[in-house]
């Protein structure tokens, strides 16, 4: 009886210890698999957000794609026409505050030759090192300095002799230019030397009290757009967004200034234009082109409009000096 009772214990305990190591088997398992979906949980909810951040930048790409664009190419010469630098300055002036007005999106100055004997206007001999510009490379700095907000200029455009005069003109007020006590989804800021104390990225100087932080490390010197948000507190720890010149556009239809472009000559106008796809609609205006009344004129549907002035001869002249539209065949 002895000996059944211990055979009975030890398979007892036997079984106890094989229902001891299932359990633990089974738990491991469970633990194993638990961690397993929760793995593939951190991963699944990691490529469910880069999803959602791609389909947002298609978003926002086929968004600005649908935007209709208006640019208008200038030739430089008109500048060359100007008795002084004074006037030139107030030409200048002028197509600025136009461009602005009309939401110009794209202001290309193009070079084409000068009249023979026009040695060019505004050479000073007081100041050689820092010598007045003339056509299409005086237009380009006058053009970019009017769009630019007040609070950038100096340290974006160092002291240069064109820019003698641009303190008579009226500012463009563009809502872009904001003022210190105004605040907005959106500010145009340049980057600073200093680096930011309490978190990873780059100080930016957008024209308030106090400078912000936004969550790039970028070089100094740099012109940005910075969405703000609707939090007005400056000393807020999270840092500012850096996003592309026509995001203010594109999500709250505001108008943001205009681009400036250089081009060598008026094929290059066409050629190096930034929207994908070209201009697809052109204008281009001449006194030997048809005369066409307001009435009359119906734009048909675009997405890029260009809109063509000539020099001082004419936009014919702009093409027939274009040695690559001669070699083309092109010309009028």
Known sequence: MGKKKKKVEIESEAEAEAESKSNIHESTQIESQTNLSLLNGDSHKKKKKKK??????????????????VSIAIAGSIIDNAQSLELATRLAGQIARAATIFRIDEVVVFDNKSRPGNSGAFTTQNNKSNENERGAAFLVR???????????????????????????????????????????????????????????????????????????VLEPGIRITVAMGTNHNLDSELPCQVVSFSKPREEAGTYWGYKV?????????FTDCP???????????????????????????????????????????SVEEDLKLKIQGIGP
């Open 142 to 216: 006058i053009l970019q300095y009017l769009e630019t907000p007040q609070y950038l200029r100096k340290a974006l455009f160092p002291k240069h002799n064109t820019l003698r005069f641009v303190g008579m003109l009226p500012p463009l007020d563009a809502p872009h230019h904001l003022r210190k006590h105004e605040w907005a989804p959106y500010r145009e800021g340049v980057t600073l030397k200093e680096r930011a104390t309490s978190s990873v990225g780059t100080l930016v100087d957008v024209g308030l009290d106090k400078n912000v932080v936004v969550d790039h």
């Open 275 to 317: 929207y994908k796809g070209g201009y697809d609609h052109l204008i281009g205006t001449s006194e030997h082109g048809l005369i066409v009344s307001s009435s009359q004129l119906k734009l048909p549907a675009f997405r890029h409009l260009l809109i063509a002035f000539g020099g001082l001869s004419g936009l014919e002249k």
């Open 261 to 269: 472009r250089y081009a060598s000559n008026i094929s290059s106008v």
């Open 52 to 69: 959602i951040k791609a389909e947002k930048e298609l978003n926002s790409e086929a968004k600005a794609d649908e935007i209709p664009t």
